[in-house]
């Protein structure tokens, strides 16, 4: 099971998940997770071009619209035509907003992935500047994002299929402590090695999948639901064939 989360959508998004699951799916790839949790947004195109690994050609990612014709749009997949071999779950909780939102509505509403955590902060609006006079500026609001489902982001949120509230259990508080007690002696020893003149230390280690599993129930829970998709579908395809 591969992990990869998506902290916000920047330019070089895509490319990274691109990247990255290209190197999971090397490994013989038999579940996803992709972690939207407490995603601002960021770029509205970049969301779109993640959504395109998944999403199916021509099918529909998200739409907007307005008060004005002119104001709604439907933005479409030019991605692959078939679907991914193996199950996704998308983490999502309050934190998850904006574009975060357009890639979980759209593999949400077309069946492509299972949502787990809680719902979503609701932000999808399109806004536009115009400039005054006086050099100032107004944000006017004129169109708002819709799901491939017609289901309005914006106000509303996006709904987990599995709603799974976050419980910072004894490992998590285990964690923090040690990650208190290891800061500060980061910090000792980063005042000693600049009085001694000597190279500054390298970063740590990156936390693994199996560390963060053993503190975040959303992630237990998600590995639990794409182990029983595994199994099922197996058992499908054999009373089938």
């Known amino acids: 099971i591969g992990y990869i989360r998506i902290a916000e959508f920047q330019e070089n998004t895509p490319a990274d998940f691109k990247r990255a699951l290209a190197e999971l799916e090397k490994s013989g790839l ?4 992709i ?15 993640v959504a395109e690994e998944f999403v199916p050609n021509d099918l529909m990612i998200v739409s907007t619209k307005g008060r004005t014709a002119e104001q709604n749009a439907d933005f479409l997949s030019s991605g692959p035509a078939v679907r991914k071999p193996y199950p996704v779950a998308v983490l999502v909780n309050r934190g998850t907003a904006s574009a975060a939102e357009i890639l979980a509505g759209a593999l949400k509403d077309h069946g492509l992935a299972i949502l787990v955590g809680t719902r979503t ?12 006079k006086d050099g100032s500026a107004l944000r006017l609001t004129t169109s708002r994002y819709y799901t491939p489902n017609g289901a309005m982001i914006h106000g509303e949120g996006i709904a987990p299929d599995i709603e799974v509230p976050y419980e910072a259990g004894p490992q998590a508080a285990d964690a923090a402590g040690e990650a208190a007690d290891a800061k500060v002696k980061e910090i000792f020893d980063e005042v000693e090695n600049t009085l001694r003149a000597s190279t500054p230390k390298r970063p740590s280690a990156p936390e693994t999948l199996e560390a963060i599993r053993k503190r975040d129930n959303q992630i237990r829970r998600a590995i639990e639901m794409l182990k029983a998709v595994q199994i ?10």
Do not use: H, W
Not at 30 to 33: D, S
Not at 121 to 132: A, L, R
């Open 121 to 132: 902060f609701g932000k999808g609006s399109v806004q536009t500047v115009i400039p005054m």
């Open 30 to 33: 038999k579940g996803l997770m």
């Open 232 to 241: 099922y579908g197996g058992q499908t395809e054999k009373a089938s064939s």
């Open 35 to 49: 972690d939207l949790r407490n995603n601002p947004g960021g770029l509205f195109p970049e969301s779109i071009k």
